[in-house]
């Protein structure tokens, strides 16, 4: 059902990101010349197709590209962007409705119409990349445009979560003329319809951002120009803060280093937190000979102590997490800690036995080296010593960079791995259901058909999303038992500024994106 690797962010990770002001990127890189606000990330694009991209590279498309819908400051349910208005046609919710904004172009002046936004949806359905946005339409039947400014979905079930797929930034429009219907769009351009264009691109080091002249929507950009810069080092990220050469930190900093601001280490900069939906879990391959083994699975689930992780490795930037639906969401529950408890060798040695297990148990883990800040090898390492410390494991580590990591676990390639979610919309249904089915973003089938074929379903029936909260707990506590998916933290949000800069507490949408457009000089306007 689901593919898609827009996995783990953080809360102590950073964007870099560089703004350019008209046509001319800054020699030096220093903000102090008054010029384009510079934000800085580990977090790379992928890719430029939105076709191609569940991961990350949507923190860039929600800035070039447009959706049909989107998320306003403070909006936690989706609003028209490129639409003026949409809307369920039905009272079964099977037929939703979206009416254009009328003059809407893409970046190159081509007409953005309704059989754009059917070729764009249709596009993605039809190319249906590994690792792309097409799990996200399992509930779409089929779409129509039905005049110039009107488009029609009709969906093969009930569900009111649709809404929330056209706003993330997988559904983004392209223009038909430039973006191929049957094949992933080569090059390092970009057309578009969203608040900025893209001026150059250079992969894993920098995106220029400049204001899209052109761009029809509800965001009131407030700067020029933006320039992304990408890190593959969390010290390296932090020491361009210090050293003025960003304007704004999104994603990688380390624990240490958020702490040291925090404590105005650095006197011109502020550091704003926030609460965040992003979480981190362990994925078990059910094809590896001992990962498959569910009595191994609940021995490790024993065994892990979260607190310690979040304490002596995070610093208490992150909170231990017993539930796949993160704190602040409908349906979170503690059904991991119900199941395990507090760590127990004893416990953990209890269910090996009982499945006939009495040799020290040989696991190997995975990790990405540079996507998440130089804290996950420190993580992973102490995942190792608990588990060794039990005498029930012996454990290997290894670790890749992401482009590899995610080859990597595609192919089934890792017995134990580390995985992490960033929200596609803030809805319990983004928790369970993209990491079950034949199809899902696991890289691993996870047959669940109570999940998939009666929870979720009797879930999407129901607009008040408030009243969905039986069903996943249910959904949990199968995956609890099932113990294929290892919940360990939830993030805070963090956001490292310098203090001429306003607009980071309103640039980050639901899903913890960032909307460039919020960030200002504060001597500027």
């Known amino acids: 059902m689901f593919n898609r690797k827009r996995c783990l962010r953080p809360v102590v990770a950073v964007a870099s990101i560089s703004l350019v002001a008209g046509c001319s990127v800054l020699s030096d890189g220093n903000p102090d010349d008054k010029g384009p606000i510079i934000v800085g990330t580990t977090s790379a694009p992928s890719t430029l197709d939105p076709a191609a991209s569940w991961d990350q590279s949507w923190e860039l498309f929600r800035n070039i590209y447009q959706t049909l819908l989107n998320y306003p400051v403070g909006a936690t349910t989706p609003q028209p962007d490129a639409a003026k208005s949409c809307r369920f046609t039905d009272s079964s919710n099977t037929v939703y409705s979206c009416e254009l904004r009328s003059g809407l172009t893409f970046s190159d002046g081509h007409k953005l119409d309704a059989r754009a936004v059917k070729y764009s949806i249709d596009r993605i359905r039809k190319i249906n990349v590994n690792g792309g946005p097409a799990g996200l339409l399992g509930s779409l039947d089929s779409v129509r445009a039905v005049s110039d400014r009107e488009v029609v979905f009709n969906l093969n079930k009930p569900d009111a979560t649709f809404p929330f797929v056209l706003a993330t930034p997988g559904m983004s429009i392209v223009d038909p ?6 094949a992933v769009r080569k090059g390092d351009s970009i057309v578009g319809s969203g ?11 920098q995106a220029v951002l400049v204001a899209n002249k052109r761009y029809k929507g509800f965001a009131d950009r407030r700067n020029d120009a933006v320039t992304i810069r990408y890190f593959q080092d969390s010290h390296a990220l932090a020491a361009d803060l210090r050293d003025k050469k960003l304007d704004l930190s999104f994603r990688g900093l380390a624990a240490d280093d958020v702490i040291s601001f925090q404590r105005n280490d650095s006197k011109d900069m502020d550091v704003t937190e926030g609460a965040s939906n992003e979480i981190e879990y362990l994925v078990f391959n059910p094809k590896d000979p001992w990962a498959g083994k569910l009595a191994v699975r609940k021995a490790v689930a024993q065994l892990i102590n979260r607190s310690a992780i979040a304490h002596d490795v995070y610093k208490d930037t992150v909170e231990p997490l017993y539930s796949m639906v993160p704190a602040g969401l409908t349906g979170h529950n503690t059904a991991y800690f119900d199941d395990f408890g507090d760590p127990s060798a004893a416990k953990a040695r209890k269910f090996l036995t009982d499945a006939g297990i009495t040799q020290k148990v040989p696991l190997a883990l995975w990790y ?12 992973f390492q102490e995942i190792k010593r608990q588990l060794e410390a039990s005498g029930l494991f012996t454990i290997t580590l290894h670790g890749r960079p992401w482009n590899t990591y995610v080859e990597g676990y595609e192919k089934g390639e890792y017995p134990v791995f580390g995985r992490g979610w960033s929200p596609d919309f803030p809805d319990p249904d983004n928790f369970v259901a993209p990491f079950v089915g034949k199809q899902n973003a696991l890289g691993t089938p996870y047959p669940s058909p109570e999940i998939t ?42 956001l490292a500024s310098r203090d001429d800069i306003s607009g980071a507490e309103q640039s980050l949408d639901p899903s913890s994106i960032m909307m460039m457009w919020e960030l200002y000089r504060k001597t500027s306007w």
């Open 453 to 494: 074929d009666k929870l979720l379903p009797q879930s999407r029936r129901e607009s008040d999303r408030a009243n969905v909260v039986k069903e996943f707990g249910q959904a949990q506590r199968i995956l609890a038992g099932d113990a294929r998916l290892l919940p360990l933290w939830q993030s805070k949000q963090y």
């Open 177 to 182: 003329e430039e973006y191929p219907d049957n």
């Open 195 to 205: 608040p900025y264009d893209l001026q150059n691109y250079e992969q894993g080091k």
């Open 368 to 379: 990405t080296t540079d996507r998440y800040g130089s804290a996950t090898a420190k993580e």
